[in-house]
């Protein structure tokens, strides 16, 4: 199975700030990445797709890059709703894996 | 819009059979771009992947449960049902049904999860 690292596992940042998590897959992945934001009590809720693709929908302050082993989730501009966990997923092999989770909270 | 939602038990003894099963709304789940998928989330932990189907019947299982997992489908009823058997409290999570665009390889849809706690 391919691992996903994300890191750090929580950030603290206010309204305004510019937050980057990163994702290490054990193995290359091309860009076959994807972010998924996951507020409490709901369904995570796909963001980036392709590592860099952004998901109809979705606000533009949110930005993905990277691809083999190393990639990036950026929110330019941090608002309130954006409070929550993400998680990166490979979706180059089966089984499908994801990280364990970036919380960003209210500093 | 695609909408997925769960049903099932909300509690299942140890040892018994776990079985969920996902309505699709709005859409098929007969066509042939899709992979129709069940993912858990352990309380205040990550996800884990549990397999998917496609329209024709031919299934994928996370090698981590395959011993366990059975996922079927009923197009004409436009749903998919999830079998886990011999459960322990190891089970207990959030179970999700999903739906994987197979040419973008994402998640693109999900149910609300519904919450199965294992316990005597």
């Known amino acids: 199975d391919i691992q996903m690292t994300q890191s750090p596992s929580s950030v603290s940042a206010s309204v305004g700030d510019r937050v980057t998590i990163t994702c290490r897959a054990s193995?290359?992945?091309?860009?076959?990445l994807a972010w998924y934001q996951q507020k409490p009590g709901k369904a995570p809720k796909l963001l980036i797709y392709a590592a860099s693709s952004l998901q109809s929908g979705v606000p533009s302050r949110f930005s993905g890059s990277g691809s083999g082993t190393d990639f990036t989730l950026t929110i330019s501009g941090l608002q309130p709703e954006d409070f929550a966990t993400y998680y990166c997923q490979q979706a180059n092999s089966f089984p499908r894996t994801f990280g364990q989770g970036t919380k960003v909270e209210i500093k | 819009q695609v909408q997925l939602q769960e049903s099932g038990p909300g509690l299942v003894k140890p040892s018994q059979t776990l079985s969920l099963t996902c309505i699709v709304s709005g859409g098929s789940n007969s066509g042939g771009s899709y992979y129709w998928s069940w993912i858990r989330q352990h309380p205040g932990r990550g996800l884990e992947w549990i397999g998917y189907i496609y329209y024709t019947g031919s299934t994928y299982y996370n090698p981590s449960l395959r011993s366990r997992v059975t996922i079927s489908v009923d197009t004409s009823k436009n749903q998919f049902s999830l079998n886990l058997s011999s459960v322990t409290a190891a089970d207990t999570a959030v179970y999700y049904c999903a739906r994987e665009n197979i040419a973008g390889r994402t998640f693109d849809f999900w149910g609300q999860g519904i919450l199965v706690t294992v316990s005597s």
């Open positions: 193995q290359g992945i091309s860009s076959w």
